[in-house]
């Protein structure tokens, strides 16, 4: 599985993906595997009230990653409640991001599995 950003002609990068560009409007045409690259922490947040299946405390993190001409941002939950902003981090793939048997949508309706930032 690839953390993937998107790239329009015009350069624009964005995560998640989009149908059009939400700055140009152009057809999103090029993928950008973040999966192997590293991001900084610029800020995280922790959730005591999780949905149903969902670890509690949450702590969640939008980091940014740096690309040749560009940046993204994308948010995510870190593998440790040791995370500051600033902090260097790395996605690590998981198998499952929630509990499939915790939520209220049958386990065979959707993905469970996801990324998580890890501090480097």
């Given at each position: 599985m690839?953390?993937?950003?998107?790239r329009?002609?015009?350069?624009?990068?964005?995560?998640?993906g989009?149908?059009?560009?939400?700055?140009?409007?152009?057809?999103?045409?090029?993928?950008?595997?973040?999966?192997?690259?590293?991001a900084?922490?610029?800020?995280?947040?922790?959730s005591t009230?999780?949905?149903?299946?969902?670890?509690?405390?949450?702590?969640?993190?939008?980091?940014?990653?740096e690309?040749?001409?560009?940046?993204?941002?994308?948010?995510?939950?870190?593998?440790?409640?040791?995370?500051?902003?600033?902090d260097?981090?790395e996605?690590?793939?998981?198998?499952?991001v929630?509990?499939?048997?915790?939520?209220?949508?049958?386990p065979?309706?959707?993905?469970?599995?996801?990324?998580?930032?890890?501090?480097?």
């Amino acid at each position: 599985m690839s953390l993937n950003a998107h790239r329009c002609p015009n350069s624009h990068v964005t995560y998640p993906g989009h149908t059009r560009c939400p700055e140009c409007g152009e057809k999103q045409v090029e993928t950008v595997d973040l999966s192997d690259r590293t991001a900084e922490v610029v800020t995280w947040t922790k959730s005591t009230a999780t949905p149903p299946g969902v670890r509690e405390p949450n702590t969640l993190a939008i980091v940014e990653f740096e690309l040749d001409d560009d940046s993204v941002r994308a948010l995510g939950g870190a593998t440790t409640d040791e995370i500051e902003t600033g902090d260097t981090v790395e996605p690590v793939y998981v198998d499952e991001v929630r509990d499939p048997d915790a939520g209220i949508r049958e386990p065979e309706s959707q993905e469970w599995d996801g990324y998580r930032f890890e501090p480097v």
